[in-house]
Nanobody
Framework: QVQLVDSGGGLVQAGGSLRLSCAASERTFSSYNMGWFRQAPGKERDFVARISRSGGSTYYADSVKGRFTISRDNAQNTVYLQMNSLKPEDTAVYYC????????????????WGQGTQVTVSS
């Protein structure tokens, strides 16, 4: 069972950047598809981005396309989310997630979750 630890959140002004990290405990990290989700207060958990096992395929929500980049380092058992041109509406708790098999945009396709890291964007 893989354990995920999210980090890198914080307070940033609109237009700024943050880089989130998610460290996995599992040595077979490269066998998992990985994703990032976010949840704002009073809202559902929304898909942000996903990356395939090898890192060769990525997919983004329309709301972040062109501003966010997901990447992974399988040697370091870590997945990243580089967030640029941040907007106040990006404010949320961000979660990384791992899927053993197919992973799309639905949260229930992912079996393992990090604890979340808060991102706050001020206007």
């Amino acid at each position: 069972q893989v354990q995920l630890v999210d980090s890198g959140g914080g307070l940033v002004q609109a237009g700024g950047s943050l880089r989130l990290s998610c460290a996995a405990s599992e040595r077979t990290f490269s066998s998992y598809n990985m994703g990032w989700f976010r949840q704002a207060p009073g809202k559902e958990r929304d898909f942000v981005a996903r990356i395939s096992r090898s890192g060769g395929s990525t997919y983004y929500a329309d709301s972040v396309k062109g501003r966010f980049t997901i990447s992974r380092d399988n040697a370091q058992n870590t997945v990243y989310l580089q967030m640029n041109s941040l907007k106040p509406e990006d404010t949320a708790v961000y979660y990384c997630a791992a899927a053993r098999l197919y992973s799309g945009v639905a949260a229930n396709q992912y079996q393992y979750w990090g604890q979340g890291t808060q991102v706050t964007v001020s206007s």
